[in-house]
C-alpha cells in the first residue's frame, strides 16, 4: 500500500515531490494551482541539497542573495552595521543601543579567549547575543511579532536567514525561475483532488484515510496541514491529553499581494518591512510568463480571526499600493493586483512551552505511522531545499522519526553560532 500525503500549498506540493511513490490529496489545489501567479519557492541556503532541487525542482543556479530592511523610512543592507544606528533609531534609543551593543561584543570576544557560551534557542536568543537587548526591543521584536507571533517562542534558525548571516558558500535558486521550479515538482507528483472525512485507526497505527472519494487503504500518511485540524479527524481514537497538545499548536493565515509595479526590478531580494504596512515583506516577481520582473509579491501574515482575513481583495490590494506609496518603494497598480491566501500557513508561536508540546505530538504520531512534513506540521521554518532533503529522508525511512524531529523542532546549536571554538555544549 503506498503512503498518503494530506495537505495543501506549496509546502505539500515539496514534500509530495520528495517522499517516493506517495499519493497525494489535495483538499484545496487552488492554493497552488496558480499558473498566472508564481509560487514563491524562493532561495536556498546549499547545505547538500542542490542535487536533490536539480533532481526534483530543475536546475539551482547560484545567485547572491541581497536581503534589506526598511526602518524608520531607511533601507539597510544586511547585516547591518553599528554606524547605522544613528540612521535607524532615534537619538536616544541609538545611544543606548549603541551602548549595549558595544558590551555585546565585548562579552563575546572574552567567551573566545575564556570559553564559556550562552545556549541560543530562539529567535530572541539569536539578536540579544549578536546586537544587545536594547536593539531587539526597538527593532527586531516589532517586526518578529508581527511575521511570527512571540519572537520568544521562534526557532532560532529563522534569525540566521533573516538577517543576513550566510554560514554556506552561497545560495542557490529554487529552480531557473518560480514558474519553472512549481512544474518541475508537478511532475513529480501523484496528485487527487478530495476532501478529507477521516482517519481510521487499527490496533494504534493507522490503516486508512476517507476521502469524499471514498477509502484508501495505507500504512504511512504524511500530514503537511495544520496540528489542529488533524487532532479533530483524529477525535476518539487518541488519548484526551495528546488532543489537548495538538490543538495548542495553532496556526497563522498567509496571504500574498501582487501587484505590477514598475522598478521592481531594483529591489533586492528580500526587503523586511519594520515600519507601519499591512505587509511584513517584499519580494521582486514576474507576473507574466517571460519571467523579467515586473511586479512584487507583499507578504502578510494573520491571527486567525484578523478583520484582514475576512477583507475584500480589492479593499486589501489598495491599502498594500497605498503603502508601497508611502514607504517609497514604488507606484504599483492596485487594479492589476492579484490575491492567494493560504489558510493555516504558519505556525504560531506563543508565550508557552511549545517545545515539549511538539515532541510529545511528534512521537505519538510516529507510534501511529503517521510523519508530520511542511511548514505548519513541522512547527518550525525550513527552507526549501531542506525540505526536500528532509522529505526524502523521511519518505525513505520513516522509522528514524527522531531526526525529523531534531531537525524540525529542535532548533540547532552550531558552534560558529556561538564564535565560541573551545566550547562544547552536552546534547539535550
Known amino acids: 500500500m503506498p503512503p498518503v500525503l494530506i495537505g495543501?500549498?506549496?509546502?505539500?506540493?515539496?514534500?509530495?515531490?520528495?517522499?517516493?511513490?506517495?499519493?497525494?490529496?489535495?483538499?484545496?489545489?487552488?492554493?497552488?494551482?496558480?499558473?498566472?501567479l508564481p509560487v514563491d519557492m524562493g532561495v536556498f541556503e546549499d547545505h547538500g541539497t542542490a542535487e536533490i532541487v536539480r533532481e526534483l525542482a530543475g536546475g539551482a543556479p547560484q545567485v547572491t542573495l541581497r536581503s534589506e530592511m526598511l526602518a524608520k523610512g531607511r533601507r539597510l543592507e544586511l547585516p547591518f552595521r553599528r554606524r547605522e544606528l544613528a540612521r535607524m533609531l532615534p537619538l536616544q534609543g541609538a545611544q543606548r543601543a549603541l551602548t549595549d551593543w558595544t558590551k555585546t561584543r565585548a562579552n563575546i570576544r572574552a567567551r573566545e579567549v575564556i570559553g564559556g557560551g550562552h545556549e541560543q534557542r530562539s529567535y530572541q536568543d539569536w539578536v540579544v547575543y549578536r546586537y544587545g537587548r536594547a536593539l531587539y526591543e526597538q527593532l527586531h521584536a516589532p517586526y518578529a511579532q508581527r511575521r511570527f507571533g512571540e519572537p520568544e517562542q521562534v526557532a532560532i534558525a529563522l534569525a540566521k536567514i533573516h538577517h543576513g548571516v550566510i554560514e554556506s558558500p552561497g545560495w542557490a535558486r529554487f529552480g531557473q525561475s518560480a514558474s519553472a521550479a512549481h512544474q518541475g515538482l508537478l511532475s513529480h507528483t501523484q496528485r487527487d483532488s478530495a476532501d478529507m472525512e477521516g482517519v481510521e485507526l487499527k490496533d494504534g497505527k493507522v490503516c486508512a484515510v476517507f476521502t469524499d472519494q471514498g477509502r484508501v487503504e495505507t500504512e504511512r500518511l504524511f500530514?503537511?496541514?495544520?496540528?489542529?485540524?488533524?487532532?479533530?479527524?483524529?477525535?476518539?481514537e487518541i488519548p484526551e491529553i495528546l488532543a489537548v497538545d495538538m490543538r495548542r499548536l495553532k496556526t497563522r493565515h498567509r496571504i500574498e499581494a501582487f501587484l505590477p509595479m514598475p522598478g521592481a526590478d531594483l529591489l533586492p531580494e528580500v526587503l523586511h518591512i519594520v515600519d507601519k504596512a499591512p505587509f511584513f515583506r517584499v519580494t521582486p516577481v514576474s507576473m507574466q510568463d517571460d519571467g523579467k520582473i515586473d511586479g512584487v509579491c507583499c507578504h502578510i501574515a494573520l491571527d486567525d480571526g484578523a478583520p484582514?482575513?475576512?477583507?475584500?481583495?480589492?479593499?486589501?490590494?489598495?491599502?498594500?499600493?497605498?503603502?508601497?506609496?508611502?514607504?517609497?518603494?514604488?507606484?504599483?497598480?492596485?487594479?492589476?493586483?492579484?490575491?492567494?491566501?493560504?489558510?493555516?500557513?504558519?505556525?504560531?508561536?506563543?508565550?508557552?512551552?511549545?517545545?515539549?508540546?511538539?515532541?510529545?505530538?511528534?512521537?505519538?504520531?510516529?507510534?501511529?505511522?503517521?510523519?508530520?512534513?511542511?511548514?505548519?506540521?513541522?512547527?518550525?521554518?525550513?527552507?526549501?531545499?531542506q525540505a526536500l532533503r528532509l522529505g526524502r529522508s523521511i519518505g525513505q525511512e520513516p522509522d528514524a522519526w527522531h531526526e525529523a524531529l531534531r531537525t524540525q523542532v529542535d532548533p540547532p546549536i552550531r558552534l560558529a553560532d556561538e564564535g565560541v571554538p573551545v566550547t562544547r555544549y552536552v546534547e539535550r
Open 223 to 236: 500530514w503537511a496541514g495544520p496540528v489542529p485540524e488533524l487532532a479533530e479527524w483524529l477525535e476518539g
Open 308 to 385: 484582514e482575513w475576512g477583507m475584500g481583495d480589492a479593499r486589501l490590494l489598495v491599502q498594500c499600493a497605498e503603502a508601497l506609496t508611502l514607504l517609497e518603494i514604488g507606484r504599483a497598480d492596485e487594479s492589476k493586483g492579484l490575491l492567494r491566501r493560504m489558510a493555516d500557513y504558519d505556525p504560531a508561536w506563543q508565550v508557552g512551552r511549545w517545545f515539549p508540546d511538539a515532541t510529545r505530538v511528534t512521537r505519538a504520531m510516529h507510534e501511529m505511522g503517521i510523519s508530520l512534513v511542511g511548514r505548519s506540521a513541522a512547527y518550525r521554518w525550513m527552507d526549501p531545499g
Open 8 to 36: 495543501s500549498g506549496p509546502c505539500a506540493l515539496r514534500a509530495a515531490a520528495a517522499i517516493p511513490e506517495v499519493q497525494w490529496l489535495d483538499a484545496s489545489p487552488f492554493v497552488v494551482d496558480h499558473p498566472h
